[in-house]
């Protein structure tokens, strides 16, 4: 008879909370000689900076896309000040930080703001979320999700790594040419674009750069997810993560290369002469232009939003993938709807291609033309609102853990709710009318991104981070950062609606204050901005409880949310340093098997283990209870 | 069964792993997919490159159409030596795939031999293109002259650019098939077979790119 | 509720519907078939080689007819029609033949139909926005964009 309430580790009896030390030892141990054992020590430049561990490159995308993202953000922060008090100047750091050619005597330049606004939007979307969402995120997690050593290609990986930082790093550097950053928006219109100063060349060549990386990383995503899945796992058993990640690949690989032509065509006309973009008959501040003319500006608006609508729901989906993972997890239930929830990606997907010119609705296109796009963009929200449904569906009934990330899954079901109806009135091309161009275009997307997107990251990030590193987040830090971003990001974005309906223009200097139109509403500007500041020291609970955590955190075991998927259940926290599984797992059953019926030893079952031997509960220790169990029953 | 490495599911601490992780199908097909990854990475890559040049072709449709005046094809383009360049880029698209009908036969050397003419054909086809170029740039025509001469040179210069590519990948091929074919044949195999489809889908451009620039 | 969660599993992985095609998973090593519908044998594979060269003659014939139809110098939309007709035909034999997509997988003409559907779409949009604008509202195209005729547009041939 085994002694009570003790586990057999090796030769000994042990108490639980031993074994697990000894487990963990265990592992430390063998990793220490995975890395050094047979004298194949790798050289730090080959395993840290040139790595092609999925694992290391995507901590290496995070932390260099939580960096851009702060950097994004505090471009916000530095036009937002202008907004509130257009024509004051800054505090004296700032002032001396940002010179005398951007701010002379303190006072942004309205040059200055504009090349902030174009960063701004470049910085986030393509050195920020993206890198975040898909290089970080499913890079570290899609091959453990799907029980694969690493991707398929894992050199490519790296490649795409180092293709992004170059493009970042250059994006970065435009503010110290002559002229400055880019400062035609992110959107790039010509024929300002063209005849723009330049910073929009290097604009031009880092987004080659970023595409090319982006292109990259799709084959392999791809690649990785149809031809690595383990043994029985089939693709009605895929999580959602991995489901959103497959489509967002295929949005990123198909959408992208027109952007790749259309910025060589832009390159081409900015430093080879060429009027792909230019028409005939340009004055620029009097002097005609010497180019050959006959292009059509309107033919780069449709190859960037090509891809730019598709990027959209790039920056959506891993997101929503995120939640379903987190909300399954802690409504210890099934996701309700899995079938509607892959159906609905798919198709939103594959509309996503369609609905383009949506954003062109101003540009006097013909009624045909407008009756399609507008009918398009009606049909892509059905999918939207399913996937949407299916998530807070998912909480009916259910007995819900309030753990961090579940805070923030919790709340991005309202963000995005409000993100996504307030697209609706943009989508129909009459109501389009008053609406382009002003506030509540920007209060629309940023919903859909800001309390949505980057909630989901959050979510994300409090979730994963035991598995990365071993420890957890401390959880009281994690919720005053909630409850304090969730405020605040309201009351940035929330008065931005009323000053759109105002008809308060975007991409103002002075946020509105030579327009009569815009004197009701300009009060809000105020409000908004301290808002902003006040977002930037909500974070500051979050950076400390990052950095701190990683060294200093409570340590806890592989699956400490007992969650069902491969990567908490089948693996180490951190998991193992080489090929991630010592045996490859066979999966046996769908991904959020919680709560089974008939199932009485736990409330989970992991996809991995096979019916015969599902684990008894055990304080964050999934593994280790099975491993124990085993021992129990030899 | 002693120590307390037998909970890490039978990590044996003691065996030296190489640190190239062994990733499945990267050789031999999935079963159920039918294909090993390089397959379908290439393919996926491919069909990226189908709307890169979709996109160019969009672009040359858009301005075309709307302009009140566009010369034909055939009164400004050397329309021989682009004939010639035609089947130049067929030939070599039969070469590389005879190549890789040879590595699969075990004929090593003949498989070389093939990848070489692959790499000459590509090498003729941009001298010919240099001839055109510079024959253009001689009478001062330049992209920036007018659409036409613009989109004439982005589709044919991505087009060579492409072609570059491709001969630098044939070069590496080569430099490197003894060693490969010696130690890791089927890997070999499937990088000429993957390098080809990339090939051939070059020629494919070509294919309709010559109609449409030059005999229109 | 997951749809697993309904089939009694005795240890054979349930991989079903929705996915590729139903076939036993695992790592069989079948030296011969690591080519998709590929005959690997020496003599499959002289059949294909001359199956190769053929595809190249029709393919040198079809280049020096399409050069022979250009030299008619037909009407526009006549001489569009026939040029693209004959390069889809010769693009054709290229992917079935040397890129062997007549046996290749399924997996990859749904990767290529996507492809070729957005394709279309993007050849499509900007064209047709502008035909649309040009038919809704009258004078549009005098605000279009006006080309500079082409100076060089001589009547050389070929240069």
Same mark, same amino acid.
């Given at each position: 008879?085994?002694?009570?309430?003790?586990?057999?580790?090796?030769?000994?009896?042990?108490?639980?909370?031993?074994?697990?030390?000894?487990?963990?030892?265990?592992?430390?141990?063998?990793?220490?000689?995975?890395?050094?054992?047979?004298?194949?020590?790798?050289?730090?430049?080959?395993?840290?900076?040139?790595?092609?561990?999925?694992?290391?490159?995507?901590?290496?995308?995070?932390?260099?896309?939580?960096?851009?993202?702060?950097?994004?953000?505090?471009m916000m922060l530095l036009m937002r000040y202008q907004l509130a008090w257009p024509g004051q100047p800054f505090p004296m750091?700032?002032?001396?930080?940002?010179?005398?050619?951007?701010?002379?005597?303190?006072?942004?330049?309205?040059?200055?703001?504009?090349?902030?606004?174009?960063?701004?939007?470049?910085?986030?979307?393509?050195?920020?979320?993206?890198?975040?969402?898909?290089?970080?995120?499913?890079?570290?997690?899609?091959?453990?999700?799907?029980?694969?050593?690493?991707?398929?290609?894992?050199?490519?990986?790296?490649?795409?790594?180092?293709?992004?930082?170059?493009?970042?790093?250059?994006?970065?550097?435009?503010?110290?040419?002559?002229?400055?950053?880019?400062?035609?928006?992110?959107?790039?219109?010509?024929?300002?674009?063209?005849?723009?100063?330049?910073?929009?060349?290097?604009?031009?060549?880092?987004?080659?750069?970023?595409?090319?990386?982006?292109?990259?990383?799709?084959?392999?995503?791809?690649?990785?997810?149809?031809?690595?899945?383990?043994?029985?796992?089939?693709?009605?058993?895929?999580?959602?993560?991995?489901?959103?990640?497959?489509?967002?690949?295929?949005?990123?690989?198909?959408?992208?290369?027109?952007?790749?032509?259309?910025?060589?065509?832009?390159?081409?006309?900015?430093?080879?002469?060429?009027?792909?973009?230019?028409?005939?008959?340009?004055?620029?501040?009097?002097?005609?232009?010497?180019?050959?003319?006959?292009?059509?500006?309107?033919?780069?608006?449709?190859?960037?939003?090509?891809?730019?609508?598709?990027?959209?729901?790039?920056?959506?989906?891993?997101?929503?993938?995120?939640?379903?993972?987190?909300?399954?997890?802690?409504?210890?239930?099934?996701?309700?709807?899995?079938?509607?929830?892959?159906?609905?990606?798919?198709?939103?997907?594959?509309?996503?291609?369609?609905?383009?010119?949506?954003?062109?609705?101003?540009?006097?296109?013909?009624?045909?033309?407008?009756?399609?796009?507008?009918?398009?963009?009606?049909?892509?929200?059905?999918?939207?609102?399913?996937?949407?449904?299916?998530?807070?569906?998912?909480?009916?009934?259910?007995?819900?853990?309030?753990?961090?990330?579940?805070?923030?899954?919790?709340?991005?079901?309202?963000?995005?709710?409000?993100?996504?109806?307030?697209?609706?009135?943009?989508?129909?091309?009459?109501?389009?009318?008053?609406?382009?161009?002003?506030?509540?275009?920007?209060?629309?997307?940023?919903?859909?991104?800001?309390?949505?997107?980057?909630?989901?990251?959050?979510?994300?990030?409090?979730?994963?981070?035991?598995?990365?590193?071993?420890?957890?987040?401390?959880?009281?830090?994690?919720?005053?950062?909630?409850?304090?971003?969730?405020?605040?990001?309201?009351?940035?974005?929330?008065?931005?609606?009323?000053?759109?309906?105002?008809?308060?223009?975007?991409?103002?200097?002075?946020?509105?204050?030579?327009?009569?139109?815009?004197?009701?509403?300009?009060?809000?500007?105020?409000?908004?901005?301290?808002?902003?500041?006040?977002?930037?020291?909500?974070?500051?609970?979050?950076?400390?409880?990052?950095?701190?955590?990683?060294?200093?955190?409570?340590?806890?075991?592989?699956?400490?949310w007992d969650a069902t998927t491969i990567e908490w259940a089948a693996t180490t926290s951190p998991p193992l340093a080489h090929?991630?599984?010592?045996?490859?797992?066979?999966?046996?059953?769908?991904?959020?098997?919680?709560?089974?019926?008939?199932?009485?030893?736990?409330?989970?079952?992991?996809?991995?283990?096979?019916?015969?031997?599902?684990?008894?509960?055990?304080?964050?220790?999934?593994?280790?209870?099975?491993?124990?169990?085993?021992?129990?029953?030899? | 069964?002693?120590?307390?490495?037998?909970?890490?599911?039978?990590?044996?601490?003691?065996?030296?792993?190489?640190?190239?992780?062994?990733?499945?199908?990267?050789?031999?097909?999935?079963?159920?997919?039918?294909?090993?990854?390089?397959?379908?990475?290439? @393919?996926?890559? $491919?069909?990226?490159?189908?709307?890169?040049?979709?996109?160019? %072709?969009?672009? =040359?449709? !858009? /301005?075309?159409?709307?302009?009140?005046?566009?010369?034909?094809?055939?009164?400004?383009?050397?329309?021989?030596?682009?004939?010639?360049?035609?089947?130049?880029?067929?030939?070599?698209?039969?070469?590389?795939?005879?190549? @890789?009908?040879? $590595?699969?036969?075990?004929?090593?050397?003949?498989?070389?031999? %093939?990848?070489? =003419?692959? !790499? /000459?054909?590509?090498?003729?086809?941009?001298?010919?293109?240099?001839?055109?170029?510079?024959?253009?740039?001689?009478?001062?025509?330049?992209?920036?002259?007018?659409?036409?001469?613009?989109?004439?040179?982005?589709?044919?210069?991505?087009?060579?650019?492409?072609?570059?590519?491709?001969?630098?990948?044939?070069?590496?091929? =080569?430099?490197?098939?003894?060693?490969?074919?010696?130690?890791?044949?089927?890997?070999?195999?499937?990088?000429?077979?993957?390098?080809?489809?990339?090939?051939?889908?070059?020629?494919?451009?070509?294919?309709?790119l010559f109609p449409i620039l030059y005999l229109l | 509720m997951s749809d697993t969660a309904r089939h009694p599993e005795q240890?054979?992985?349930?991989?079903?519907?929705?996915?590729?095609?139903?076939?036993?998973?695992?790592?069989?090593?079948?030296?011969?078939?690591?080519?998709?519908?590929?005959?690997?044998?020496?003599?499959?594979?002289?059949?294909?080689?001359?199956?190769?060269?053929?595809?190249?003659?029709?393919?040198?014939?079809?280049?020096?007819?399409?050069?022979?139809?250009?030299?008619?110098?037909?009407?526009?939309?006549?001489?569009?029609?026939?040029?693209?007709?004959?390069?889809?035909?010769?693009?054709?034999?290229?992917?079935?033949?040397?890129?062997?997509?007549?046996?290749?997988?399924?997996?990859?003409?749904?990767?290529?139909?996507?492809?070729?559907?957005?394709?279309?779409?993007?050849?499509?949009?900007?064209?047709?926005?502008?035909?649309?604008?040009?038919?809704?509202?009258?004078?549009?195209?005098?605000?279009?964009?006006?080309?500079?005729?082409?100076?060089?547009?001589?009547?050389?041939?070929?240069?």
């Amino acid at each position: 008879m085994p002694p009570k309430r003790q586990v057999r580790v090796g030769n000994q009896w042990m108490r639980a909370r031993d074994a697990q030390r000894a487990l963990e030892e265990a592992i430390r141990v063998a990793n220490e000689e995975d890395v050094h054992g047979g004298g194949h020590q790798q050289p730090f430049l080959r395993k840290y900076v040139f790595s092609t561990d999925h694992k290391w490159i995507g901590i290496q995308y995070a932390i260099t896309a939580l960096c851009f993202l702060l950097l994004g953000f505090s471009m916000m922060l530095l036009m937002r000040y202008q907004l509130a008090w257009p024509g004051q100047p800054f505090p004296m750091w700032i002032a001396r930080f940002l010179g005398q050619s951007n701010a002379p005597g303190g006072v942004m330049l309205p040059e200055f703001y504009n090349q902030l606004g174009a960063m701004h939007g470049t910085v986030m979307v393509f050195l920020a979320i993206v890198p975040l969402a898909v290089g970080a995120f499913g890079n570290y997690l899609v091959p453990l999700q799907i029980g694969a050593p690493d991707m398929a290609f894992p050199k490519l990986n790296m490649m795409s790594y180092w293709l992004y930082l170059p493009g970042g790093l250059l994006m970065l550097l435009s503010f110290f040419v002559p002229g400055g950053a880019p400062n035609s928006g992110w959107t790039s219109y010509p024929p300002l674009s063209v005849i723009a100063t330049h910073g929009q060349t290097v604009w031009i060549i880092g987004m080659i750069f970023l595409i090319t990386s982006s292109l990259l990383g799709s084959v392999n995503f791809i690649v990785t997810i149809f031809q690595l899945r383990a043994k029985g796992l089939s693709f009605m058993r895929l999580p959602f993560f991995v489901w959103a990640q497959l489509v967002t690949s295929f949005l990123l690989l198909l959408a992208f290369p027109p952007l790749e032509a259309a910025a060589i065509l832009q390159l081409m006309d900015r430093v080879a002469g060429t009027s792909f973009f230019m028409p005939s008959g340009l004055v620029v501040s009097g002097t005609p232009l010497t180019n050959a003319g006959g292009g059509n500006p309107l033919l780069w608006q449709h190859l960037f939003w090509f891809l730019a609508h598709p990027e959209v729901y790039v920056l959506i989906l891993p997101g929503m993938g995120i939640i379903a993972e987190v909300i399954a997890n802690n409504t210890r239930k099934p996701l309700w709807g899995y079938k509607s929830l892959v159906g609905a990606g798919i198709f939103l997907g594959f509309m996503s291609f369609v609905v383009w010119a949506h954003h062109m609705f101003m540009t006097g296109m013909g009624t045909a033309i407008s009756a399609f796009f507008q009918t398009t963009t009606m049909i892509i929200s059905i999918p939207s609102v399913i996937i949407l449904t299916a998530l807070i569906m998912s909480l009916w009934g259910a007995s819900i853990r309030f753990t961090v990330p579940m805070l923030f899954a919790l709340a991005f079901l309202p963000m995005f709710g409000i993100g996504g109806l307030t697209g609706l009135p943009l989508g129909l091309a009459a109501a389009d009318i008053h609406l382009h161009d002003t506030y509540y275009v920007i209060g629309h997307f940023h919903y859909v991104v800001a309390p949505g997107t980057i909630f989901a990251m959050f979510a994300g990030i409090y979730y994963w981070f035991p598995k990365a590193t071993g420890r957890q987040m401390n959880e009281k830090l994690g919720k005053l950062h909630f409850w304090s971003s969730l405020i605040f990001i309201n009351g940035v974005f929330a008065p931005m609606f009323i000053q759109g309906l105002a008809g308060v223009s975007r991409r103002l200097y002075d946020g509105g204050a030579q327009y009569i139109h815009a004197k009701p509403v300009l009060h809000l500007n105020v409000f908004m901005s301290i808002s902003a500041f006040l977002l930037l020291a909500a974070q500051v609970p979050f950076i400390f409880n990052f950095f701190y955590s990683i060294f200093k955190g409570q340590r806890v075991g592989s699956n400490v949310w007992d969650a069902t998927t491969i990567e908490w259940a089948a693996t180490t926290s951190p998991p193992l340093a080489h090929g991630n599984f010592d045996v490859l797992p066979v999966v046996y059953r769908g991904p959020y098997e919680y709560s089974v019926p008939g199932h009485t030893e736990s409330d989970f079952i992991p996809q991995h283990v096979p019916d015969d031997a599902a684990p008894a509960p055990t304080a964050g220790g999934g593994m280790l209870a099975a491993a124990a169990v085993a021992q129990r029953e030899a | 069964m002693d120590d307390g490495h037998t909970l890490v599911a039978g990590h044996d601490a003691h065996s030296a792993h190489s640190h190239e992780i062994e990733i499945p199908f990267t050789v031999h097909a999935r079963p159920d997919t039918g294909l090993y990854n390089g397959k379908l990475g290439i @393919w996926l890559f $491919l069909a990226s490159e189908v709307m890169l040049f979709g996109a160019l %072709f969009s672009t =040359l449709v !858009l /301005l075309r159409t709307s302009a009140p005046v566009w010369p034909h094809g055939w009164q400004i383009l050397n329309v021989p030596l682009a004939t010639l360049n035609t089947f130049v880029l067929i030939a070599s698209s039969v070469t590389v795939i005879l190549a @890789w009908a040879n $590595l699969r036969l075990g004929e090593l050397k003949k498989a070389k031999i %093939f990848l070489l =003419l692959t !790499l /000459l054909c590509g090498f003729g086809f941009m001298i010919i293109k240099t001839i055109e170029y510079t024959t253009k740039f001689s009478h001062h025509q330049y992209p920036s002259t007018n659409n036409f001469f613009g989109t004439y040179f982005v589709l044919t210069g991505l087009h060579g650019l492409h072609v570059l590519g491709g001969m630098i990948v044939f070069a590496y091929l =080569l430099m490197t098939a003894d060693k490969w074919y010696a130690t890791k044949r089927d890997q070999f195999t499937n990088r000429v077979e993957v390098t080809g489809l990339y090939w051939h889908f070059v020629d494919l451009v070509w294919i309709f790119l010559f109609p449409i620039l030059y005999l229109l | 509720m997951s749809d697993t969660a309904r089939h009694p599993e005795q240890g054979v992985p349930d991989q079903h519907a929705g996915g590729p095609p139903h076939e036993p998973l695992g790592e069989q090593e079948h030296p011969t078939h690591h080519h998709s519908g590929h005959d690997d044998s020496p003599e499959g594979i002289r059949k294909e080689v001359r199956r190769y060269l053929i595809v190249f003659g029709m393919l040198a014939i079809l280049t020096i007819i399409t050069v022979a139809i250009a030299q008619l110098h037909l009407p526009t939309w006549k001489a569009v029609t026939l040029a693209l007709a004959v390069a889809t035909v010769k693009g054709s034999l290229v992917a079935a033949f040397f890129m062997h997509l007549v046996s290749e997988r399924k997996l990859i003409y749904g990767v290529l139909v996507l492809t070729v559907f957005f394709f279309g779409v993007l050849m499509w949009g900007p064209w047709h926005h502008r035909a649309d604008a040009a038919k809704s509202w009258p004078g549009y195209d005098v605000n279009a964009s006006k080309p500079a005729t082409s100076q060089t547009a001589s009547p050389e041939p070929g240069h």
